[in-house]
């Protein structure tokens, strides 16, 4: 599975921005994503996470209630809707895979993107 982030970009606090995860490879249905994101010299940072079916999903506390995490099978695709941003949402985010179920550690995941360059301005 081969992973492509997008929708990026610069936006004010209080804002929105909608996330993308293209895959290719006819086996995506079948694999749980996960969004992470880092900031410089910090570690990755779990986000949310959505399985195969799209039945189940999962926040980080810090983004519950404003992130929502979905996917579209038919389009290989897997959305991160953010509202309501804020100045340490400012990070790179990554979009990753793993066969079926949700897991929130980064080292669990087979298949990773390129990120995208989240910047929210104050």
């Known amino acids: 599975v081969q992973l492509q982030a997008s929708g990026g970009g610069l936006v004010q606090a209080g804002g929105s921005l909608r996330l993308s995860c293209a895959a290719s490879?006819?086996?995506?249905?079948?694999?749980?994503v996960g969004w992470f994101r880092q900031v410089p010299g910090k570690e990755r940072e779990y986000v949310a996470a959505?399985?195969?079916?799209?039945?189940?999903?999962d926040y980080a506390d810090s983004v519950k209630g404003r992130f929502t995490i979905s996917r579209d099978n038919g389009k290989n695709t897997v959305y991160l809707q953010m509202k309501s941003l804020k100045p340490e949402d400012t990070a790179v985010y990554y979009c990753?895979?793993?066969?079926?179920?949700?897991?929130?550690?980064?080292?669990?995941?087979?298949?990773w993107g390129q990120g995208t360059l989240v910047t929210v301005s104050s």
């Open positions: 990753a895979a793993r066969p079926y179920s949700i897991v929130v550690v980064s080292a669990m995941y087979d298949y």
């Open positions: 490879g006819r086996t995506f249905s079948t694999f749980a």
């Open positions: 959505i399985s195969w079916s799209g039945s189940s999903t």
